[in-house]
Every structure is written in structure tokens, then in C-alpha cells.
């Protein structure tokens, strides 16, 4: 089994739309959670921190459910630039903290 | 500042080839580490460090070597290029063992 599971898609929506991608990862002394983007042929950038108690930035919504092990991005009023892969993104929750990634999920946004 | 400065960008090596990739940071991040990227594999740690001096390895250290005499740079070292080394290679930083990475721009590497 992976450390970092993800559906890899695509999933295509249309503007406006509400959209969700799950994450589970098998390390239950993982504490970091992050979700990150990658565009194509570009280096991954931090889209957002998960933190326990859940957080939202805008239009993004991050949930941690540390029972069952997962973890989600909500995208509301889905814009085409937000089109790209996300990254789901672990720590390894043993000695050096390595983030384990994901392979991702790809978004695609149309008019 | 620049962020996470990789250099080069793009890179054609024949089979048996060493190379330096070059990595420097100027965020004062004590963490960084060397990811490859492949196709449906997503990001595989090769080497990291964890401040100036200490270095251990990833997930795929086979074929690298990595060094950290400073806090700035980490370069990455193939020591004789094999196709299976064919990918596209991150550097990343991040200022503690619970914060994010900040990553640069990427190395494209092609053994041939």
C-alpha cells in the first residue's frame, strides 16, 4: 500500500463548479499535512497547510480526518486558472520528517 | 529574495556522464532535499540534509551524491549517468521539520 493515496483523475468540471479531492495516507503518526499544486512542467508550490481543526484561504477548504486517516481540498467557484494537479503531501511522522507526496490529482476547469 | 535557485534547467548527458546539479537557497532554511519526479510516480526523496555538514539519504539515493558544506547550496552529484536517471529533479527548502517546502524551478535531465 502507498503512503499517500490519491485518485488521480481527471476530474473535469465546469466554471462556478464545487469540487473535492480526497487523500488517505497510511502513517498514523503522520502530523504535517499540506496540499500543494504543481502546473505542468512547473515545480510544486504550497496551496495550503492542513491543520486539525480544518482551515479555509478563499476559495479553498483543507480537512484532516486523523480516524479515518484522510485528507481533503474543497475548491468553490472553480476558476479555469485553477487548473492543474494537487498534491497531496505527508510527513513520514518517523525520525527526519520527510514529506511523502502523492501522485496527484488533476483538475481540469472549462468554460 | 530569489527563493529555491536551481541550475541548469535543462540537461542532455550521455550514458556514463557525471554531472553537478546545483541547488542554492537564500531563505536561511536549515531543511533541503533533492526530489526526483517520474511519470505516475509522483516525487521521490533522494538525499536531504538537515543543516550544513549533515546529509542522508532518500528513498532512491543510488547514483547520487550530495554534500552541504554551507548553509545556502546543496548540489546534487550524479557520479556516471544511466537512462533510469532520465527525469526531472527538485530542490526544495523549508525552514522546520513542520513547515512546507519551497521548491525550485526543476532540472530536466535527459541520459541518453
Known amino acids: 500500500r502507498k503512503e499517500v493515496e490519491q485518485d488521480p483523475g481527471p476530474f473535469n468540471v465546469p466554471e462556478g463548479a464545487t469540487v473535492a479531492f480526497n487523500c488517505t495516507y497510511s502513517n498514523s503518526a503522520s502530523q504535517s499535512f499540506f496540499w500543494y499544486r504543481q502546473d505542468c512542467r512547473k515545480e510544486p508550490k504550497l496551496l495550503m497547510s492542513v491543520y486539525s481543526s480544518g482551515n479555509e484561504d478563499g476559495r479553498f477548504t483543507a480537512q484532516l480526518n486523523r480516524a479515518s486517516q484522510y485528507i481533503s481540498l474543497l475548491i468553490r467557484d472553480s476558476k479555469l486558472s485553477d487548473s492543474a494537479t494537487y498534491l497531496c503531501v505527508v510527513n513520514s511522522g518517523t525520525g527526519f520528517q520527510k514529506l511523502v507526496f502523492g501522485t496527484g490529482t488533476r483538475l481540469l476547469v472549462s468554460p | 529574495n530569489a527563493g529555491v535557485t536551481q541550475t541548469p534547467k535543462f540537461q542532455v548527458l550521455k550514458t556514463g556522464q557525471s554531472m553537478t546539479l546545483q541547488c542554492a537557497q537564500d531563505?536561511?532554511?536549515?531543511?533541503m532535499s533533492w526530489y526526483r519526479q517520474d511519470p505516475g510516480m509522483g516525487l521521490r526523496l533522494i538525499h536531504y540534509?538537515?543543516?550544513?555538514?549533515?546529509?542522508d539519504q532518500g528513498e532512491v539515493p543510488n547514483g547520487y551524491n550530495v554534500s552541504r558544506s554551507t548553509t545556502e547550496d546543496f548540489p546534487l552529484r550524479l557520479l556516471s549517468a544511466a537512462p533510469s536517471q532520465t527525469s526531472v529533479y527538485f530542490c526544495a527548502s523549508r525552514r522546520q521539520e513542520n513547515y512546507g517546502y519551497t521548491f525550485g524551478s526543476g532540472t530536466r535531465l535527459t541520459v541518453v
Open positions: 540534509s538537515v543543516g550544513a555538514g549533515i546529509t
Open positions: 531563505m536561511n532554511h536549515e531543511y
